[in-house]
């Protein structure tokens, strides 16, 4: 992770400073967070975590594994340099003797002694057709918000009719996933970025002079090319700027990303059709004010940032876009913890209330989902779960 506390405004306390320091900002980049800064408000450099060693213009050096590509949003490291899944948990964990990774196997359900109390099989159909049952004094369910609910709510049995874990209702319940734009501003100049996710702005996080409700947060997206843009706005094509082509277009795109939070609504929820099909219900307009807000917020600004001013109807160079279900990337909620079995599935360390052995360490846990990237919250769980059941193994 490569990140320095301190500079959040709405950043809680710390323990430590990052192992690693910021990504440095490129040149167009650090402009942009001179003139936040001169604007009254407080960038920061946005927590990554990618294995970059660097000089001090931000520059990969020559033995760095990541080579500060230009695709490090929304795509795979093809170099394993990304701090993901694969790269920081499964791969490592493969070093190990005693650990063996089952591939193409379909987890259906999980089985439980008559008590109800214990898992004592987990049943997978295999890619040859066949299935096997599993077992282990501990198990641990991480198959995404959606797909653990699904897993809890296939396994019920008589002594949990309502799905494993299930006796509060709340599994599958309170999914939630962020309300994102995206942005893409043009820069007067040009913006010859390639690394662009360095910067972030949290200053109406938590509310504004003329809101008192959080807004979100705002930091930068991957660089977009010509091709994305051709791909997303091809009415942009002569129609609004007939004098830049869409490579011009692209060399002076600056890319912003707006997150505002989704609220827990027990009725946004995951279940399971009499076909074993899964359905998902939500409002897709739950909490999206303050994102609006946020957008205005942005769009007032473009011009004392250096970008064209953004009044469609002046042939101004602006698009927004909001996200759809189908761009989905962060979900979260439906197997939450908490102190009351009444109202949560999980402990405070993610053990299932109703069960002496199931734990479940994904997003699923999340009781709100705030307004930031999960991913460092369901790392930071899974090493502190991780902790837990090691003390209890032991
Ligand atoms: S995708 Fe590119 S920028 Fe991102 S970690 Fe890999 S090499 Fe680095």
Redesign the pocket.
Known sequence: MHGRHGEDPTAGPTSAQYAYPPVEHEARIQQLSDDLGKAGLHPFHLPIG???AQDEHGL?THDS?????????G????????SDAQVICVDPALTYDNVTMVTEANVRRLETDPTGRTVTGVVAELRNGVTEQFSADIVVVAAGAVNSAVLLLRSANDKHPGGLANSSDVVGRHYMRHNNLALMAVSKEPNPT??QKTLALNDWYLGADDWEYPLGGIQMLGKSDADQIHGEAPRWAGAVMPDMPFEVLAHHAVDFWLCGEDLPLPESRVTLGKDDAIHLSLDEKNNIAGLKRLQHKLRGMLGHLGMHEHHLLDHSIYLHKGMPIGATAHQAGTVRFGDDPRSSALDVNCKAHDLDNLYVVDTSFFPSIGAVNPSLTAIANALRVGDHIAARLS
């Open positions: 990618v294995n970059l990969a594994v990541c080579i500060r590509c230009d695709r490090v949003d795509f795979p490291c093809l170099v394993g340099a990304k390639r690394f």
